[in-house]
């Protein structure tokens, strides 16, 4: 079986799309860096990078405005060398337009931040108290110097820290948005990193802020066990009893666990639109949208009619669909003793079976342990093993034959099941108008907020928080995530590891995927070694028939023609050659056409048997070197001599 050349390029093309689309599927593209989903704009102002030749420079640096102009007009920006550096300028974002709350955490200190001093209720007392402690410091891994964030640093205790907005939020009619930052930096166990609004009343006090203060709207992640959320929980007040319920958002459509276990920084966006819709966004793209008024669970509104607490049903009601019919009668045959398992009678015992070797036996090497109380412990016995004289045998003990189902076996006789004639469906309870109904089509017009807050128990440390920010326009927002969380993405992606190193660690989590790499690597490497590799000859030197040119071939055949000439005028005297010159002579004088069409066939039989005799002259075997050496010159001569006289009797 050979497959052309075509086929092994093909595999090869198919192979390298495959290396390539895993490739690109973990490599963040260009695009990516610069615009996520279309949303950011970084220009060249907010975001440049630099290309130096420091070999001694190992991560991002920071410099000054004029300092990078001058790297910018200067020739080192312009080359591309092996050992060259990141070089991000960052100077602390500030927000433009109009927000409620801003904060970078880039001056390393917690002013404006309060703690809790309160205790958590309802816990133990041990860790009751909110006493874990927050740090403002940089990133462990893809930093970027000169940007600090908020560190969560305690494991297994209660967080609480809190800050006053510039001015409380009021619902009328701009958007809100809120958006911030989120580090897993050692991954996560169980806990959160959401953040609380925290609600605007005259008794809040961000010291005593607890799990119990009272809050508009819930938003941020959160995983315990295997369950990875993004929260989005708003309090709504019931307009009749006055009552706050916790209003939940459906699950987001995405899968969101490489955002708590990639140790890569994650921006967080809620969008609330007056129009009752909202969005939410991770690193730009959208992760679940929806109504609060339809999509929130339970429901804003509660449904106008409920089941009558009071209506009961009747005793006469039938709601069986199917009923045994009454008339059936159990057939006389029907044996309901009848067992379902009986012993096969066509079983025949296996010869050699050994009936009087009892299956185990006292194990002769066992000893009687030495603190053995036969008046306490009993009397002692060896151990039992399986009976060595049984190992060659079918079988030891006595011979039972195998059980088999019993086709006589019917099992306890039931009446066949019939439809119901008095069947009156499924009994619900009537409906009533619902005394708590009432209809808010403005949830949106929720409580006021005035602080934000992280109130958080988890049992992994150093989770990071930071580029708070709490606007009306998404653009704003936008604008300050690409002075901030863009450059972090940017840096990220530049101390990505190769496709290589990402494929390693891709197999050492999912060892199954060895497999896909020996096949995409191994399987085109194969082919190309089975069907290109060139084969060995059977023997180092190999004779070769080669056509002569045919010029020599003419002379020869005329020189051969010349001497079998003389030899015939030998053998057959001088008459008959001068008789066959004059038929000769007549038959050229004779143009008719049956003659041209006589030698016209004779010159097609001719040149059909050549092509046999040539045909024949290649499937011979060929001769070896050694063999021609052999034989002589002299004999090769012959077998021509004698294939060019074959060739001038049939034209004669």
């Known amino acids: 079986m050979k497959l052309g050349g075509g086929w092994v390029w093909r595999l090869l093309f198919l192979s390298s799309l495959a290396v390539a689309a895993m490739a690109s599927s973990d490599e963040p593209s260009e695009a990516d860096v610069l615009d996520g989903d279309g949303d950011m704009r970084l220009d060249e102002e907010e975001m440049q990078v630099l290309m130096a030749d420091d070999d001694e420079e190992e991560e991002a640096m920071v410099t000054d405005e004029e300092q990078f102009d001058e790297d910018k007009d200067g020739d080192e920006t312009s080359e591309n060398d092996a050992n060259v550096t990141f070089q ?12 409620y709350f801003a904060e970078t955490f880039d001056d390393g200190s917690l002013d404006r931040w309060q703690p809790s001093k309160t205790t958590k209720e309802d816990a133990d007392d041990e860790i009751a108290k909110y006493d874990g402690k927050w740090m403002v410091e940089p990133l462990k891994e893809n930093k970027v110097p000169g940007d600090q964030g ?18 409380p939020f009021v619902f009328q009619d701009e958007p809100l948005v809120v958006q911030y930052e989120v580090n897993f930096q050692d991954g996560i166990d169980c806990g959160g990193a959401y953040i609380k609004l925290l609600s605007d009343s005259g008794s809040l006090s961000l010291e005593q802020f607890h799990d119990r203060t009272p809050y508009t709207i819930m938003f941020g992640p959160d995983k315990c066990g295997e369950d990875y959320k993004l929260h989005f929980i ?15 958002a459906k699950r987001a459509d995405v899968d969101l666990k490489k955002f708590y276990t ?28 929806g109504n609060l008024l339809y999509d929130m669970v339970p429901p804003v509104n509660p449904p106008k009619e409920i089941d009558d607490p009071n209506d009961s049903k009747p005793d006469d009601w039938d709601e069986r669909a199917k009923i ?19 012993e096969d009678p066509d079983a025949l015992k296996p010869e050699g079976w050994l009936d009087d070797e009892p299956e185990f036996v006292s194990d002769p090497n066992a000893e009687k342990p030495e603190d053995w ?32 189902n019993n086709p006589q076996y019917k099992g306890k006789w039931k009446a066949p099941l019939i439809d119901n004639p008095n069947y009156q469906g499924v009994w619900k309870p009537r409906k009533m108008m619902n005394p708590e109904y009432f209809e808010d089509l403005q949830p949106f017009r929720m409580t006021p907020f005035k602080a934000l807050g992280l109130e958080l128990w988890s049992m992994t440390s150093d989770i990071y928080f930071d580029n708070f920010i709490i606007t009306s326009h998404k653009e704003v927002a936008d604008r300050w ?35 896909i790499y020996i096949l995409t690597v191994g399987l085109p490497v194969g082919l190309v070694v089975l069907f290109c590799w060139p084969k060995k000859p059977v023997d180092d030197y190999v004779y070769r028939r080669v056509d002569q040119p045919q010029s020599h071939i003419e002379e020869e055949e005329e020189e051969e023609e010349g001497g079998e000439a003389d ?17 000769g002579e007549s038959q050229e004088n004779n143009g008719q056409g049956d003659n041209q069409v006589g030698a016209d066939n004779e010159e097609e039989e001719m040149e059909e048997e050549e092509e046999e005799e040539e045909s024949e002259e290649i499937k011979t075997p060929e001769r070896t070197l050694e063999d021609e050496q052999k034989d002589g010159g002299d004999v090769a001569g012959e077998s021509h001599k004698q294939a060019v006289r074959k060739r001038r009797v049939r034209k004669d």
């Open 567 to 583: 030899e015939e005028e030998k053998e057959a005297g001088a008459g008959e050659p001068a008789a066959a010159q004059d038929e």
């Open 150 to 167: 908020l560190v969560l640093k305690s494991r297994a205790k209660h967080h609480a820290i809190a800050a006053m907005l510039d001015k």
């Open 262 to 289: 990639d140790k890569k920084t994650h921006l967080y966006t809620l969008v609330l639109n007056p129009d009752n819709s909202y969005e939410m966004f991770i690193d730009q793209s959208s992760v679940s949208r």
């Open 234 to 248: 708003f309090r709504h007040k019931n307009p009749l009893n006055k009552d706050m319920e916790e209003k939940h």
């Open 88 to 99: 991000v300028t960052y100077k602390t974002p500030v927000p433009t337009g109009d927000v």
């Open 373 to 404: 109380d036969e008046e306490m412990d009993g009397e002692w016995e060896a151990p039992q093993v399986p009976n060595p004289s049984c190992e060659t045998a079918p079988g030891c003990g006595e011979w039972k034959r195998p059980m088999i």
């Open 324 to 342: 045994p019919d009454p008339e059936a009668v159990k057939p006389d045959d029907w044996d309901e003793d009848a067992p379902a398992k009986i």
């Open 481 to 515: 995530a690409s002075d901030s969380w863009g450059l972090k993405k940017l840096v990220a992606s530049a101390n990505e590891p190769g496709i290589f190193s990402q494929l390693l660690m891709a197999a050492e989590e999912r060892p199954w995927l060895w497999i």
